[in-house]
């Protein structure tokens, strides 16, 4: 079965730090750009971060510029979102999504429809 599979999530306090993680089964992720979206239940999808199919081009929202960092390894076919300095504001379902797409490009939407696959999403819980 082809699908992402998100895992790391978990309850830390303000100013902690937590690594997502996302691993494909089924799908070489080498020739996908991938992003992380996440969802406060209470606010629609917002884009967090991007990476293009060889890992040489990231970019990262403006709200979790510096704090935190995405990246993959292709050889173990698994997605990172490397989290610093977590705020409450950072309270969210996060997803893993990729993107059928080769060289420098980035996927940088919101939308479930612009990718191709779409993890189940892994909750992070800033508080103190």
């Known amino acids: 079965e082809e699908q992402l599979v998100e895992s790391g999530g978990g309850l830390v306090q303000p100013g902690g730090a937590l690594r997502l993680s996302c691993g494909a089964s089924?799908?070489?992720?080498?020739?996908?750009?991938m992003s992380w979206v996440r969802q406060d239940p209470g606010k629609g999808l917002e884009w967090v971060a991007a990476?293009?199919?060889?890992?040489?081009?990231?970019r990262d929202a403006d709200s979790v510029k510096v704090r935190f960092t995405i990246s993959r390894n292709n050889a173990k076919n698994t997605l990172y979102l490397h989290m610093n300095n977590l705020e409450a504001e950072d309270t969210a379902m996060y997803y893993c999504?990729?993107?059928?797409?080769?060289?420098?490009?980035?996927?940088?939407?919101?939308?479930?429809?612009?990718?191709?696959?779409w993890g189940q999403g892994t909750q992070v819980t800033v508080s103190s």
């Open positions: 999504a990729a993107r059928l797409s080769l060289g420098q490009n980035v996927a940088t939407s919101n939308r479930p429809s612009d990718y191709h696959y």
């Open positions: 089924g799908i070489t992720v080498s020739g996908y750009a």
């Open positions: 990476i293009n199919n060889d890992g040489g081009t990231t």
